[in-house]
């Protein structure tokens, strides 16, 4: 049988969370953190499809970042939903070309700065992927390396800052080792020495724990007020109500939808709950253990909604069994997506 630590992913479960005068958080008080009527900003990690032979499904990709798009959310690509841990320097800038071409001139777009497995000065690594996405136009986030696992939160905050140096936006991005072996969730000390980069306007935060979420907020409300907190936690999409937007890989599933929850939860229309409800459901079957394989649960929701050709996924990536296609079934259903 398994424990419930393992039953929850490895979750954190209980524990406590500071407020920004350094008193324990309580249910009240973070009941009071709520938003309403705010602006969120929304961006889906878009996956990368593929051909039933294997090939990348390059028409299939580029339709759905325009629906994306047109839906009111900003596309992020060559992210772990994309696959960027498996694609060769060739292919990430070929997804590049393909967002550019498919978004048109002016559109915004965030692509990942990923140099895990790289040999080289990591600076030097890190500029040189986002002088590829900057040169089209893209917002470079920088994926965590495992080279930065055992430095200090000065050592940390100077590769930082001279990474980002001379580039007018940048996002960073703690990333739990639930989704990947070299991400890392900072200590505050960290987070606070990054909010002091000016050219870092937001990190995401994919601990996929609430409490250290709303630390994160708590720490930039007090610390750097216009800082962006994007949350990457698929369990809890309903962290928008306490002062985080979102980059989500599980808004690519359903892109329209998050854009009407979105819209819903700003005009305090009581329907986001049914909606959010909703998605919340899909997020907690598609980001269940192991979590990496949620892209192949994209796949095969976005294959089931008529929108690419296959549920295949990079070859690399884990796999769901072969009835995911009968439990996201039920997830389409529940969303009105036929």
Sequence with gaps: ???????LQEFRIGGTVEGREGEAMKIESIAQRQVLGRKVQGIAAALLPYEADGRIAVEAFQNHLRATHRAGLMNAVNMDTGYV?????????????????????????????YIEGQTGDIVELYRKQMDAIVALGGIPILFQTSRFHGKSSAEKASTYASTCRGYPHVLAFELGQMFAPNGEIFDEETFRRLMDIPAIKGMKHSSLD?????????????HRPDFRIYTGNDLGINMIEYGSDYLLGLATFAPEKFAERDRLWETGDPGYYALS??????GNVAFRAPVPAYK??????????????SDRTHPKNPGRPAWEAEILRDCARRLGIA
């Design 277 to 282: 409800d909703a998605l919340q459901y899909l």
């Design 296 to 309: 192949h649960s994209a796949a095969a929701f976005l294959h089931l909604a008529g929108r690419i050709p």
């Design 210 to 222: 609430r409490l250290i979420e709303l630390e994160r907020l708590a720490v930039r409300d007090a």
């Design 1 to 7: 049988m398994l424990s419930a630590g393992q039953l």
């Design 85 to 113: 841990n498996y694609l060769s320097d060739s292919e990430k800038q070929d997804v590049l070309g393909w967002t550019r071409e498919a978004l048109g001139k002016d559109v915004q777009f965030v692509g990942g700065a």
